[in-house]
C-alpha cells in the first residue's frame, strides 16, 4: 500500500483511534507504507498529518503498528520534511518554514482556512544542517520505538530532499549546493543516519525523477538522480520506491533498474494484469497501490476473488472524521 497523506491526525500531530482503524483494516497489504510522517514542528507542511518527533506521538503510532502486526501486516513509517512547502496555520506556533534556499514556493496550499499562498521560505544556515539530519535519524529511531518494520525516505513531490536536490530550489554556495555532488550531500547524509539507527536494510526511498509538483524544477533531473541512485546503491537499501509518472517524459522505472540493483517497488495507476507481469518478468520486485486501496480495505481479496472495487469519494480523501476514511465497504 502506497503512502497516502489523509489529514485525520490530531491537532498535536498525534495519530488516533483511527489510524489504527484505518491502517488494520488495509493489512493485507503485506506491507502499508503510511502517509507522509513529519519528524520536527518545522518539517510539518499541510493540515492534520501526523509527526513522530515526541513520546505522545510515538505512543500513539504503537497502537498503530501493534494492530497491523496482529492483523497479519507489515508497515513501514515514510518521513516527510516539507521544505518550503507549508501553510504558516497548518504549523504549530514558532515553527518556522525552512528551505536549501529562500526561494518562494509559487503555490497554493490547503488550510482550515481554505487555500492560501505559501510563505516565503528562511534558507537554512550551514549550521543548522547537522540539526536536519539529526532530526531524521531520531526519527528513526522514534518509528522503531514505535514498532514499525522500516522507515521510508520521502525524496519527491517538491518536499526538503528534492529541494535540496534540485536545481531551481537550490542555489547555495556551500558545501550542499552549487555542483551536482554538493546538491546530492544532504539526501546521502540524511540517508546514512537513518541507516545507523538499525541498518539500512530497514530503511527505504521513494523517488520521482522529474517530477514538477509544488512547483519544484531541475535542469536534468535524469542526470540528477543516475548520479544519486549509483551512490544509494553502495547503501544496500530495503527497497527503492519509484513513481513512474509518464507526464515527466522520462522512464523512471528504467532509470532506476540501471541504477540501482536491490529490490525495486514501483507505483503509479497500475492495473492488476500490468501489475503481475511487471512483477513475473522481473521488471520490479512488488507494485504498490495507492487510490485502490482508498476505498477497498480488502483490496487483496477483492482482486484475488475478481470481485467489483468500489469507487472512490474524493470529496472525503482530505477531509477530518471516519467518513471516506474507515467505511467503506467491505465484502465480509
Known amino acids: 500500500m502506497a503512502p497516502m497523506t489523509r489529514s485525520r491526525a490530531e491537532k498535536d500531530d498525534r495519530v488516533s483511534q483511527l489510524q489504527v482503524d484505518y491502517y488494520s483494516q488495509r493489512a493485507s497489504a503485506g506491507l ?46 515514510q518521513i516527510m520534511h516539507c521544505g518550503r512547502v507549508a501553510g504558516v496555520s497548518n504549523k504549530a506556533i514558532g515553527a518556522e518554514t525552512l528551505a536549501p534556499s529562500a ?37 528513526t529511531e522514534n518509528a522503531f520505538t514505535a514498532g514499525f518494520d522500516g522507515v521510508e525516505l520521502h525524496c519527491t513531490s517538491g518536499y526538503l530532499m528534492a529541494q535540496f536536490l534540485s536545481t531551481g530550489t537550490n542555489h547555495r554556495q556551500d558545501e550542499y549546493g552549487g555542483s551536482l555532488q554538493n546538491r546530492l550531500r544532504l539526501v546521502l547524509e540524511v540517508l ?20 514538477p509538483f509544488n512547483d519544484l524544477h531541475d535542469d536534468n533531473p535524469s542526470e ?3 548520479a544519486l541512485l549509483k551512490q544509494v546503491n553502495a547503501l544496500n537499501l530495503a527497497y527503492l520506491h519509484v513513481i513512474r509518472m509518464k507526464a515527466t517524459g522520462i522512464n523512471n522505472v528504467a532509470l532506476a533498474k540501471a541504477n540501482f540493483t536491490g529490490p525495486i517497488v514501483v507505483n503509479d495507476s497500475y492495473k492488476l494484469e500490468e501489475a503481475q507481469q511487471v512483477v513475473a518478468t522481473n521488471g520490479a520486485t512488488a507494485v504498490s497501490f495507492g487510490r485502490w486501496f482508498v476505498a477497498n480495505p480488502d483490496l487483496v481479496e477483492r482482486l484475488r476473488g475478481g470481485a467489483e472495487l468500489n469507487r472512490m469519494d474524493r470529496r472525503t480523501l482530505y477531509s477530518p472524521g471516519p467518513a471516506g476514511y474507515v467505511d467503506y465497504q467491505m465484502l465480509s
Not at 509559487?106 to 549550521?127: C, Q, S, W, Y
Open 32 to 77: 502499508i507504507i503510511t502517509e507522509g510522517t513529519h519528524p520536527s514542528a518545522n518539517a510539518k507542511g499541510y493540515c492534520r498529518t501526523p509527526g513522530i518527533y515526541n513520546q505522545a506521538q510515538i505512543d500513539a503510532w504503537r497502537l498503530v503498528t501493534d494492530k497491523v502486526h496482529a492483523n497479519g501486516g507489515k508497515i513501514v513509517c
Open 103 to 139: 526561494i518562494h514556493c509559487n503555490e497554493k496550499i490547503f488550510t482550515e482556512e481554505g487555500m492560501v499562498d505559501m510563505p516565503p521560505p528562511r534558507a537554512l544556515r550551514l549550521d543548522e544542517i547537522p540539526g536536519i539530519i539529526e532530526e531524521h535519524r531520531q526519527a
Open 192 to 211: 546514512h543516519a537513518m541507516a545507523s539507527v538499525d541498518g539500512a536494510d530497514r530503511v527505504g526511498m521513494r523517488i520521482c525523477p522529474g517530477n
Open 224 to 226: 540528477t538522480f543516475t
